[in-house]
């Protein structure tokens, strides 16, 4: 199914583990984010990018690595998991950054860290 | 300062009224977009309604529609004829064209339908 995928869609891990979550989209959309989402605090962007091989840190990075060899995945590694890293987290993705493109969302990834 | 705020955690609506919920934002960008996206129990994140700052006209999809006051730099969503289903968390985004083109999120407003 064309669309935006996240997987997996749970997942439970302990401190200091290393964690990737993995982000598909079909669109061939250039532009993909992965954002976290905590109570009382929204979404928040974590790493965004622009092409293949080309990331960008936002507003939360700390913590995280992504890469980006091919257009259509854009996984997100937790190098050494923490307790603070517990949230869901959503990876989106978009034809262009004009101001009037929306986002498209995947259905998110629950994360907890024991 | 927060670039987008919502100021209503919570609301409760009766089932087919009306409802609005409040949105406000803060840029010096003059070309900027705004969103809002539903996000049911389910999790997901759904687009509802977008508004481009030149835009002269308030948005409408359906039963939303968004009243864009520029000057005021508010964007509330009205939601008529309220359904059962539209019990979800609401957030208001914005796109401005500067920086790395991320869309900045408010809080949400979590919205409940009363049979």
């Known amino acids: 199914d064309a669309g935006i995928t996240q997987s997996p869609r749970y997942k439970i891990t302990e401190t200091g583990r290393q964690v990737t979550l993995m982000c598909h989209q079909t669109?061939?959309?250039?532009?993909m984010f992965w954002y976290r989402q905590d109570l009382g605090h929204g979404l928040r962007l974590i790493y965004y990018?622009?092409?293949?091989?080309?990331?960008d840190k936002g507003e939360v990075p700390d913590g995280y690595v992504v890469s980006r060899s091919k257009t259509e995945n854009f996984p997100l590694t937790l190098e050494s998991a923490t307790r603070s890293q517990t949230s869901v987290y959503f990876c989106?993705?978009?034809?262009?950054?004009?101001?009037?493109?929306?986002?498209?969302f995947g259905p998110g990834t629950r994360l907890t860290v024991l | 300062a927060q670039k987008i705020t919502q100021t209503q955690p919570g609301m409760f609506v009766q089932e087919k009224e009306a409802v609005t919920l409040d949105c406000t934002y803060d840029?010096?960008?003059?070309?900027?977009?705004l969103f809002w996206y539903k996000q049911p129990s389910s999790g997901e994140m759904i687009f509802l309604i977008y508004?481009?700052?030149?835009?002269?006209q308030n948005a409408t999809e359906g039963r939303y529609s968004l009243n864009f006051q520029k000057a005021r730099k508010s964007a509330n969503l009205v939601i008529s004829a309220s359904q059962l289903g539209d019990s979800a968390m609401y957030f208001c985004?914005?796109?401005?064209?500067?920086?790395?083109?991320?869309?900045?999120f408010g809080t949400g407003t979590k919205l409940q339908v009363i049979p």
């Open positions: 989106a993705s978009s034809e262009s950054v004009a101001a009037d493109n929306e986002q498209f």
């Open positions: 669109w061939s959309h250039s532009y």
């Open positions: 990018s622009a092409a293949a091989d080309i990331t």
């Open positions: 840029t010096s960008d003059p070309s900027y977009g």
């Open positions: 508004q481009g700052s030149y835009d002269q």
């Open positions: 985004a914005m796109r401005e064209s500067g920086g790395y083109q991320k869309v900045t």
